[in-house]
């Protein structure tokens, strides 16, 4: 599924935007029931509480945005659970970390538009301790995410560095 120029990409640069993988019906279908998942179930996760609000965040910034945080979406939906074993997906993730690919969680992260809360640069090895270079993270954007709105950002190459401390608390 991936070029050669891609995965040779990632290998540099720590990582790779693969574009198109879902079609725009599995996206609106996604977008659709990841509303019904935060209607029924998101009261109780909104508001992420991490040490790193406190050190990171004014407290103004701190109260007036938002997010919601659902762990494993798939258990409470069938569309988000076929994003499991989505085969473009999987491909992709073959080709980068060999074929024996296991899953080890999903998040669902959604942010109100001109609320959305920023997450500070870190790492996410803290959070699933791995060894070695076979362990990818997959994040799927099913809308435009603007950085101010806690879009993701990645530093290029900064894989090479190894694991960074992390903050644990204010």
């Known amino acids: 599924m991936l070029t050669q120029q891609q995965i040779d990409a990632y290998q540099q640069d720590g990582y790779v935007k693969v574009e198109g993988l879902f079609s725009q019906d599995e996206v609106a279908a996604l977008g659709g029931d990841m ?4 209607e029924e179930w998101g009261e109780q ?3 992420w509480k991490g040490p790193w609000r406190d050190r990171y965040l004014a407290d ?18 069938g569309v988000w659970g ?3 074993f989505h085969e473009k997906m999987l491909s992709c993730v073959g080709d980068l970390i060999g074929n024996s690919v296991q899953w080890h969680h999903t998040v669902l992260h959604a942010k109100p ?6 997450f500070p640069m870190h790492q996410d090895y803290p959070f699933y301790p791995h060894d070695g270079a076979a362990y ?9 995410a603007p950085i101010d709105s806690g879009a993701l950002q990645v530093v290029r190459g900064s894989h ?3 694991p960074l401390e992390h903050v644990l608390g204010p």
């Open 113 to 118: 538009p001109e609320m959305g809360t920023p």
């Open 82 to 84: 076929r994003v499991i």
């Open 60 to 77: 103004e910034e701190r109260q007036n945005t938002k997010a919601v945080f659902l762990h494993n979406p798939q258990h409470y939906s």
């Open 160 to 162: 090479e560095n190894g």
């Open 35 to 38: 509303v019904r998942i935060i």
């Open 136 to 144: 990818v993270d997959c994040l799927l954007h099913l809308d435009d």
């Open 45 to 47: 996760t909104i508001g």
